[in-house]
T-cell receptor
């Protein structure tokens, strides 16, 4: 039981490049979400999903896409990276009524 | 331009003292609350949770208090240890939206 696994741990992108941050969980959780955390700040919700095939926007969705084709996986796509997207990204999963469990994060730098 | 990151509120305590970390939440419809601990370079780690039909819940060395009248949440840590040094976040969830929204966090610094 690995919990929530995020890859990669570190990534450097050039402005305008696209990439996908991977997130997988093996706990059969219905609910998955993506957050970004900027220095000295809390976590802000980007997108979330309440089950396979269902996604919705969080507080800061612009510039990001998600899909949920399986219960286990919830990838986050950056369409055209911008320096403002430099941040640490966390994926989380939970049973709908329970606490969210987080991955270890992906540290993204856009130059 | 990009926004400037805010300095986190900091609570400095002596080892062995009790710590109280406070959080004000915004949504009166929130029905579930969680406290997380985040150590440097790691993801948030679940500490304790409480539902809105309760006003107090205790764990091992930690207690969460909920005051729905003033929309206030607190985390009490007994006999604070150096390993408790971290950033602590409260989070609220509304059953209507199922979104988990985080507060800005408090840095707990434990002095030996």
């Amino acid at each position: 039981n690995a919990g929530v696994t995020q890859t990669p741990k570190f990534q450097v992108l050039k402005t305008g490049q696209s990439m996908t941050l991977q997130c997988a969980q093996d706990m059969n959780h219905e609910y998955m979400s993506w957050y970004r955390q900027d220095p000295g700040m809390g976590l802000r919700l980007i997108h979330y999903s309440v089950g396979a095939g269902i996604t919705d926007q969080g507080e800061v969705p612009n510039g990001y896409n998600v899909s949920r084709s399986t219960t286990e996986d919830f990838p986050l796509r950056l369409l055209s990276a911008a320096p403002s997207q430099t941040s640490v990204y966390f994926c989380a999963s939970s049973l709908n009524e329970g606490a969210a469990f987080f991955g270890q994060g992906t540290r993204l730098t856009v130059v | 331009g990009e926004s400037v990151g805010l300095h986190l509120p900091t609570l400095s305590v002596q080892e062995g003292d009790n710590s109280i970390i406070n959080c004000a939440y915004s949504n009166s419809a929130s029905d579930y609350f969680i406290w997380y601990k985040q150590e440097s370079g790691k993801g948030p780690q679940f500490i304790i949770d409480i539902r809105s039909n309760m006003d107090k819940r205790q764990g091992q060395r930690v207690t969460v208090l909920l005051n729905k009248t003033v929309k206030h949440l607190s985390l009490q840590i007994a006999a604070t240890q150096p390993g408790d040094s971290a950033v602590y976040f409260c989070a609220e969830r509304s059953g209507a939206t199922n979104k988990l929204i985080f507060g800005t966090g408090t840095l707990l610094a434990v002095q030996p």
